[in-house]
């Protein structure tokens, strides 16, 4: 059931004042954006008036968790001065995510917003969003908790008060321990702190016990983020710059949202279309990826209507050639689709790689192989039957088998080739392999035909 | 490069004593581990024989990171007993998938293993091993750092350091707060312990300041943990039963996971495959899962046949028609994909619901209609300039029209009404769609041609 404005209304204060208490204030913001969503739905105008009403710091919290489309409308209602004071109480992170989306709407506001910023900050900013939305960079914050090799556990901790007290860093969650030029030497969660006493010195801990270093650079690809994650099981990854200093860190929201990024990504791809284009309200936008790719998958329609071309006498004596031929690149389709769904997806998530690449195919035509077997006796058969002519049936069955080989050894083909040149596997391969599917399934079953049936 | 079985061992001898040094154990486990698939790739036995000679911690962790097919190998090649001894060295949420992976491959032993494990643990795995691997329970681990509501931190604190040298309880990062009923009233990062002193009384704490109380029952879909750590940031999930009685916890390297799983899930659905026949090595298995939906495609294609077989002697008087059609069914196959995708993501994403069908769908038939009315003219006129037939340009321009019409309109439906009626909206819909596209596709062309051309 829908709830009126009124209603939702009512609901918002009572989480505004819930919030303002300090109580789960992450869990609040993310309730009042899910809220603030609704009114939208309902009144653009009233969805504005509402979050121009919140404290600065709430509004900060509520504009991070908005979706995309209500970040826009948001970020275009409201002036370059108070949107300054917004980004000044949210995490860099966050900040740089905004700007960014500033600047996509209007250049010229995102640099009166970046000149209202504390100067420091916006220095911070201005960096964050020189990074490429598919670098690591462009999703570290900079607020995290740093301690001194030589410094004892007792000083880091009064720091820390400090800290939070004039910066808001929220989730520390670890501490990363740098030398005195912020080189980072590694990282300890913060229950180590709770479990040795506060006059540890943190050299000692570390010799003793070890703590991890593993980094990442601010240039890496956002892949190598998620393949860290998973593999060393870590909810925060260290950025350093090539000098090993302590640059920022990648938190486990920023990793969950790279995940699906990712994700979305390859099944995007695959079908052609984009997330970028998919994702704005323009729907010009989306339109135009999506003409691209139609537009390729013509030309090659195209191409497989010539082979059939090839054999137009041929049809014109057997029409039911016509009326069969579509089953046989219709099934190569299929079975190269389940190939090339496996192999990207396996490329993926690091489980195959490029040099295995005879197993895979070997696995892909074995598999294709045996369901062609399967289903050209079946084919086979109902051809036979349905136009009483045995040998159609030896044609049908014979091409199958021919195109799902052909299916299994291009669907695991495909990918692996595009991935060994370092192109996105994802992206446009199955538009090549219905392609091959399509070719290879009319012209063997109309060459056949044109041997066997003329 | 491919190191040799020798290398390899020198290798790994030189990671072991680095874990038995206590520094990053974690990250050494992982990385004995990919070494040791580099030695099974070469040798299984040699493979089998080096983990069988790790000591009793390291074997858990490494068995633990591998991967499944080499797990499979090596839960075949240790004996009950030796198993029951190294599943006791892990956390729960690890232990119960090993248990529940033998039990996949020989149920007496599973059962044997059981019966060696210390009689709590095995209470606990049988517990887990319980739920269905789509329930949150299956992924909780019951590891955790529980405190008492009306205890002070620093007799909490005090517990930890007790429960850590016991049962090694590793990155336990928040503590989770019970009253004496064990009922769950919130949690706590774990720095907020260092910045109050070791005499604040929790409770105090909660009553000032707040806590997060969300929290997931172990019979939730795991598709509900996913959205619960997106939407509040959250790098752990306590779970609670139907008494608000803590049970557990799923750590963020179990969400990481479970996101993969969810991806992987919907990206093989929509090609008729399957994660879990695919990831076995068991080549039959995946075969089957394969042919099944290759079966129903048959199906499909051979009822869009007896579409075209209504036209044969239409075919028979125009050829021209039996090499233009393929090219209506692939456009509207392509460009219903491309809908569907994106529609079956944004549900997954929870971007958009079935209540927002409409909307969806309006959006998806303008984009088919903008993109089939551009490449109608496009084909309209090279079919005309090919065959020298102006009519033949406007039917299969016309044809083109109605069927990416019909591929917007049910590419976004199908998924809707899937999920409406509360099944799985990637699985089979893409086999749904191509059927549609196909029979339209072919019916218009053709239909149009009798009409029109005849």
Redesign the interface.
């Known amino acids: 059931m829908q709830r009126n404005i009124d209603e939702l209304c009512i609901e918002i204060e009572r989480r505004i004042k819930l919030f303002q208490?300090?109580?789960?204030e992450?869990?609040h913001a993310?309730e009042i954006a899910e809220l603030l969503e609704e009114v939208r739905e309902q009144s653009k105008p009233r969805f504005i008036e509402l979050l121009k009403s919140f404290p600065e710091d709430l509004k900060a919290d509520v504009l991070a968790e908005l979706?995309k489309s209500a970040q826009e409308d948001a970020l275009e209602a409201i002036d370059a001065k108070e949107l300054a004071e917004i980004i000044e109480e949210m995490d860099t992170d966050d900040a740089a995510d905004i700007v960014q989306q500033i600047e996509e709407i209007d250049e010229v506001k995102a640099g009166e917003v970046l000149d209202e910023i504390d100067e420091e900050e916006s220095k911070v900013i201005r960096e964050l969003i020189s990074y490429d939305e598919d670098e690591a960079g462009a999703y570290m914050q900079t607020e995290l908790?740093k301690a001194y090799i030589d410094e004892t556990i007792g000083e880091s901790?009064k720091r820390?008060?400090e800290i939070?007290k004039v910066s808001g860093l929220d989730?520390?969650?670890h501490v990363f321990i740098v030398d005195n030029k912020d080189r980072f030497l590694g990282m300890m969660?913060?229950?180590d702190?709770?479990?040795h006493g506060p006059n540890e010195i943190y050299r000692n801990i570390i010799d003793?016990?070890?703590?991890?270093?593993?980094s990442i650079r601010p240039q890496d690809p956002i892949d190598k983020v998620i393949e860290l994650?998973?593999?060393?099981?870590m909810?925060v990854i260290p950025v350093v710059d090539e000098w090993g200093i302590l640059l920022g860190r990648i938190?486990?929201?920023d990793?969950?949202?790279l995940?699906?990024k990712?994700?979305?990504d390859?099944?995007?791809g695959?079908?052609?279309?984009q997330e970028e284009s998919?994702?704005s309200e323009n729907?010009i936008k989306?339109?135009k990826t999506?003409?691209f790719?139609?537009?390729i998958?013509?030309v090659t329609?195209?191409a497989?209507?010539v082979v059939?071309?090839f054999f137009?006498?041929t049809?014109?004596s057997i029409?039911?050639?016509?009326?069969?031929?579509?089953?046989v690149?219709?099934?190569g389709g299929?079975?190269g689709?389940?190939s090339?769904?496996?192999t990207?997806?396996q490329l993926a998530?690091g489980?195959i790689d490029p040099t295995e690449a005879k197993r895979v195919i070997t696995?892909e035509v074995?598999?294709s192989l045996?369901?062609g077997l399967?289903?050209a006796v079946?084919?086979g058969l109902?051809a036979y039957t349905w136009f009483d002519m045995p040998m159609l049936g030896v044609v049908i069955g014979l091409s199958m088998v021919i195109n799902l080989i052909a299916a299994g050894f291009f669907g695991a083909m495909i990918p692996l080739v595009l991935k060994g040149l370092g192109i996105d596997p994802a992206v446009g391969s199955s538009?090549l392999l219905?392609t091959v599917t399509?070719v290879v399934g009319?012209f063997s079953f109309l060459g056949l035909a044109t041997l066997i049936l003329l």
Request: no cysteine; aromatic share 8%; hydrophobic share 50%.
């Open positions: 208490e300090g109580m789960d992450n869990a993310y979706s908790f901790i820390l008060k939070k989730n520390a969650y969660p913060m229950e702190l709770v479990l003793r016990e070890g703590a991890l270093t593993v994650a998973g593999n060393y099981n909810n938190t486990a929201d990793i969950y949202d995940m699906e990712q994700a979305t390859q099944i995007y695959m079908a052609g279309v998919e994702e729907i989306a339109g999506r003409a790719w139609l537009g998958n013509l329609a195209i497989a209507s059939i071309g137009d006498s049809i014109q029409v039911a050639l016509a009326v069969l031929m579509p089953i690149a219709s099934m299929n079975a689709t389940q090339l769904t496996v990207v997806r998530l489980d696995k074995l598999l045996g369901n399967i289903y079946v084919m109902i538009v219905t399509d009319f």
